[in-house]
């Protein structure tokens, strides 16, 4: 089973409309078991899979998402681009409720999670300068104008631990730093993503303006909860107006990002190892047996 593209659902966004022909499929992973089954299906000729970053019914927090079994099994699908979909709190004025942002930028501000395939017997080390796939983030920039969104192009999205939101005395540091918006389930997505040789970006949907605004109320679940309804609609008809868009070939630097990545010298790597990376390293390292 090949597909191309995938759609990450973040909170709020547990199904992908316009899906037809849908088949769901369970996978496991050496990493462990994703998020939830991953809904197949054809929107614009192509077939698109989708899975609920938080569970269907969002039943992981964000420090619990099983990150790396959720790349790994897009990866064994043969996903080459990954749409990304998470709420966010901005950190700048001009970015109100609502607005869309396709971050070109992460600090990654967490402490806890797994955030490499490559910890046990095989090392390597991708470049991370650009964290976001810029051939993806156009598209969905252009993607987002077209279907009417307020949307910035380009902005360094804060991912911080959670669950829990910022107290107001980090949130002004955040904002002093310069970032942009400040969420939780972009790292080490990105990362992962850019390890799996994936494309990458991320539709950042503004719910708040965190707790730091003198002339707001500070954030709430029922707030975020208010304007993630109509964010989600939003960033669906932007994303059925980018699937249809998408190259049939890659030209940007994404999918060889381990080409010049591997640091261990082959005649050091288990075939072990080999074949729990199979689908991330397979085109690289072949087993000696």
């Given at each position: 089973m090949h597909t191309q593209v995938a759609v990450i659902g973040g909170t709020g966004f547990y199904q992908m409309d316009g899906?037809?022909?849908?088949?769901?499929i369970t996978l496991d992973t050496p990493f462990g078991s994703p998020s939830d089954s991953i809904v197949i299906g054809t929107l614009s000729?192509?077939?698109?899979?989708?899975?609920?970053?938080?569970?269907?019914?969002?039943?992981?927090?964000?420090?619990?998402?099983?990150?790396?079994a959720n790349i790994y099994?897009?990866?064994?699908?043969?996903?080459e681009w990954v749409l990304s979909v998470?709420?966010?709190?901005?950190?700048?004025?001009?970015?109100?409720?609502?607005?869309?942002?396709?971050?070109?930028?992460?600090?990654?501000?967490?402490?806890?999670?797994?955030?490499?395939?490559?910890?046990?017997?095989?090392?390597?080390?991708?470049?991370?300068?650009?964290?976001?796939?810029?051939?993806?983030?156009?598209l969905l920039y252009t993607g987002a104008v077209q279907a009417g969104v307020t949307v910035h192009r380009g902005g360094t999205y804060l991912c911080?631990?959670?669950?829990?939101?910022?107290?107001?005395?980090e949130s002004n540091v955040y904002r002093t730093l310069g970032f942009s918006v400040i969420g939780m389930t972009v790292a080490p997505e990105?990362?992962?993503?850019?390890?799996?040789?994936?494309?990458?970006?991320?539709?950042?949907?503004?719910?708040?303006?965190?707790?730091?605004?003198?002339?707001?109320e500070t954030v709430t679940v029922e707030m975020i909860f208010?304007?993630?309804?109509?964010?989600?609609?939003?960033?669906?008809?932007?994303?059925?107006?980018?699937?249809p868009a998408l190259p049939a070939e890659r030209t940007c630097g994404c999918g060889t990002a381990l080409a010049k990545a591997i640091v261990t010298h082959r005649a050091a790597i288990?075939?072990?190892?080999?074949?729990?990376?199979?689908?991330?390293?397979?085109?690289?390292?072949?087993?000696?047996?």
């Open positions: 899906l037809a022909d849908l088949e769901e000729g192509r077939r698109v899979a989708f899975l609920a970053r938080h569970g269907r019914g969002h039943r992981f927090s964000p420090s619990q998402i099983n990150v790396r099994a897009l990866k064994q699908l043969g996903v998470s709420a966010v709190g901005s950190l700048r004025p001009e970015i109100r409720p609502r607005d869309f942002v396709i971050p070109d930028q992460l600090y990654d501000h967490t402490k806890t999670r797994q955030n490499t395939f490559f910890d046990g017997g095989l090392v390597a080390h991708v470049g991370l300068a650009e964290p976001f796939c810029p051939t993806l983030r156009e911080m631990e959670g669950p829990q939101f910022s107290t107001k005395a990105a990362k992962l993503a850019r390890e799996a040789e994936m494309c990458y970006a991320s539709i950042a949907c503004s719910t708040d303006y965190d707790c730091w605004h003198p002339e707001h208010q304007n993630l309804l109509a964010n989600v609609g939003l960033a669906k008809r932007v994303i059925q107006t980018v699937i288990a075939d072990e190892t080999i074949k729990r990376l199979g689908p991330i390293v397979g085109k690289y390292l072949q087993c000696s047996t």
